[in-house]
């Protein structure tokens, strides 16, 4: 069992009965740089909302790095550089968009 479990905010919204279209319609949207919330359980079942910046996108699955320090300990342990792997049903939003390049 991993000591860190991303929390699934898409059934948890479903079980409420909360249909948040506007956001499953911007996720296919996500560029690297982009910086979304994910909540971060860990093994004493605490948690944190924290801001992810997205570093890869495979697929289905995200890569992100931490875009603020964590007020947990036990996730500010994990150092700077730590990544994060989650997916589109683990967003609970979306921060800042990548910004749009002029064209040439």
Partial sequence: MSLYQVENIERR???AGIDDSELRNAIPRLRPGDRVTVTIRNSARLSET?????VQIVGGEFVGSFASRPL???LRRLG???TL???ANNIHSILAASPALPES
Avoid at 50 to 54: D, G, K, S
Wanted: avoid cysteine.
């Fill in 72 to 74: 947990m300990a036990s």
């Fill in 80 to 82: 700077a550089d730590a």
């Fill in 85 to 87: 792997q989650f997916e």
């Fill in 13 to 15: 919204r479903a079980e």
């Fill in 50 to 54: 924290v801001t992810v910046r997205v």
